[in-house]
């Protein structure tokens, strides 16, 4: 039976981080399947998969198919799970966090005009996923490299951590306002939906 896939902190716990900004964080890579239901987030959902393939459904809304080097951004407030409730054994990144969360300068290099640019990036992009540029890329691998020297008790892990964070996400708002993202579209979902239906297949 697939495991729960585990929140390292609770909503309103600031990630555990100090940081009123970052809600929830976490990743790293999973061996075998795991659980994740319908839920929802009063921020924004940033899922960045390092290697393998997930799928994530929309309630009433379409399935996102991301492959390593994608990344995912949910508005807050949308309904979404694991395909079937399960994410795949894979290697991903993620944090909730929320620009209008009182306080979410605190502990952080960003200032409300920052923030507030940050936030509207984010919502014009609307939910997307798109191949992550390099830059994105490599703060993602700093965030990765963060984590696995994380120990929560030690505050210089911690501030190591909100600013590693800081950077992947003004990275991140940065990469989904550039003229040149390129989203996953539904043909591409089609493409690979239809892939994995007829791997096993010989070819003609």
């Given at each position: ?175 989904v306002a550039a003229p040149g993202v390129v989203r996953k579209s539904e043909e591409t979902r089609r493409a690979v939906t239809f892939i994995d239906a ?7």
């Open positions: 039976m697939p495991r729960p896939y585990a929140h390292p902190a609770r909503v309103g716990d600031s990630g555990g981080l100090g940081a009123p900004l970052i809600r929830l964080w976490g990743g790293g890579p999973r061996h075998t399947p795991s659980q994740l239901g319908m839920h929802r987030n009063d921020g924004f959902e940033v899922t960045m998969l390092l290697e393998g393939s997930v799928r994530w459904e929309v309630s009433n809304g379409p399935v996102f198919d991301l492959a390593g080097g994608d990344v995912c951004v949910m508005l807050p407030g949308v309904l979404h799970r694991g395909e079937n409730d399960i994410i795949a054994p894979s290697h991903l990144l993620w944090a909730v966090f929320d620009p209008r969360f009182p306080g979410a300068t605190g502990n952080t290099p960003f200032t409300e005009a920052d923030l507030r640019s940050m936030d509207r990036r984010l919502r014009a992009a609307g939910n997307i996923v798109f191949r992550a540029p390099e830059a994105l890329v490599r703060a993602a691998h700093v965030w990765e490299a963060a984590r696995d020297t994380f120990r929560r008790d030690e505050e210089a892990d911690r501030t190591m951590m909100r600013s590693t964070l800081g950077l992947f996400l003004w990275t991140l708002a940065e990469a007829h791997l096993p297949e010989p070819i003609g």
